[in-house]
């Protein structure tokens, strides 16, 4: 049987900026490392390679040197060739290189670990000729080209090793301005398409864009979370659903990151993992969040500031969610998705939540384990 040849790329700096707060990681790594932030990306491309270990004796993995990849793939157990001498400061320009050297090998697929700066780093280079597939490590992942979680994305590989019939489409590569993210507007814009794998189980959704219209509806969900809210802390997510309850309150709202209040008053705006930690330390929580349209994450995605500590810290049943109707029935009965970073605290927040879609108007509707969402 030939070997398996995959193309492996990780971007070290990808994700930096989304526990810390600053939204994006484009030209503010170097911010991201002293405010604490803690390199994520090997570790997703840890969880998509460990669905392939079992097939290592199959699989050459051909990368560049170092942190984008020979030292994790080592470590795992794999055949690895080395193609780049990367430096030990990575920038997007070693991002090219190296897929410029990948595209002088006959890959089979080429499987790279980072957020929508990744993939237009790899979109600048690679051809049309080579089918590409992202592990989501990025604070922004608008882009089509990615898995739904770093399990799922190892998952496509395997079905690849095992010779099942994949057909392959063209997805869009979407990238944002992350100056004007920071503002808390959103600039999307689509920079062209690469060829992955069609697998729906498995890659996600272009995130839908726009704001919600429809005010009456929000305002109505407002009320209904209003009335929930007690003496405890609130953890108020990003999303302009979340950013209806804080309209309605009068509060200004942070629609990019996260805030926090009590008692209807704003204790604090746009805060960081480690603030999150600190201010709710010993203290009753609750978290309102909503999902991403089109894509139906509620964490792991644009809201990395709330970690799997703090998760923890709130529990299961203080987790309020918060859509309109319209939002949920776009996900066409694919269930909502847990991608905190934590795999066993995935496991523990699946299961069916009762979801806010208006003033005392609620629907059950289930979050999947993202390791097993291809199967609900």
């Known amino acids: 049987m030939s070997q398996f040849r995959l193309g492996l790329i990780i971007n070290p700096l990808a994700g930096l900026g989304g526990s810390v707060g600053l939204k994006g990681s484009d030209g503010v790594a170097e911010l991201a490392l002293e405010k604490g932030a803690v390199p994520q990306s090997h570790l997703r491309m840890a969880q998509a390679l460990q669905v392939i270990l079992p097939y290592h004796d199959r699989i050459e993995i051909v990368t560049g040197s170092g942190a984008m990849g020979e030292t994790l793939a080592r470590d795992m157990g794999f055949n690895v060739r080395v193609v780049y001498q990367a430096p030990a400061d990575t920038a997007a320009q070693d991002t090219q290189a190296l897929v410029s050297q990948l595209l002088n090998e006959t890959l089979d697929l080429l499987l790279f670990a980072g957020g929508d700066g990744t993939a237009r780093d790899v979109f600048a280079v690679a051809d049309d000729n080579i089918p590409v597939l992202g592990v989501p490590a990025g604070v922004k992942i608008h882009s089509g080209v990615y898995g739904i979680t770093p399990h799922a994305s190892g998952m496509v590989v395997k079905m690849l090793l095992e010779g099942d019939l994949v057909s392959l489409m063209s997805a869009d590569v979407m990238d ?66 979340v950013a209806a309850v804080m309209a309605e309150l009068g509060l200004e709202n942070t629609l990019l990151g996260v805030d926090l209040i009590q008692q209807t008053q704003l204790l604090a705006s746009d805060l960081s993992a480690s603030e999150l930690l600190e201010l709710t330390y010993n203290q009753p929580v ?40 319209t939002k949920l029935k776009a996900l066409e009965g694919r269930p909502l998705i847990v991608d905190s970073g934590d795999p066993e605290l995935d496991k523990a927040l699946t299961g069916y939540y009762k979801v806010v879609t208006g003033y005392h108007d609620y629907v059950m509707y289930q979050v999947a384990n993202p390791d097993l969402a291809q199967s609900v």
Do not use: W
């Not at 726009?210 to 108020?236: F, P, R, S």
């Not at 709130?314 to 309020?320: E, F, L």
């Open 176 to 241: 944002i301005d992350e100056a004007a993210f920071r503002t808390g507007i959103v600039k999307a814009k689509c920079f062209g398409e690469m060829l992955v794998p069609a697998e729906p189980r498995y890659v996600q959704a272009v995130k839908m864009g726009g704001k919600e219209t429809d005010e009456l509806v929000l305002a109505d969900i407002a009320a209904d979370a209003i009335e929930q809210m007690e003496d405890e802390l609130i953890i108020m997510g990003s999303g302009s659903t």
């Open 286 to 325: 609750k978290l309102f969040i909503t999902l991403i349209g089109g894509q139906g994450h509620i964490l792991g995605r644009g809201n990395q500031q709330l970690s799997p500590a703090l998760i923890k810290r709130v529990g299961k049943h203080n987790i309020v969610i918060l859509a309109t109707k």
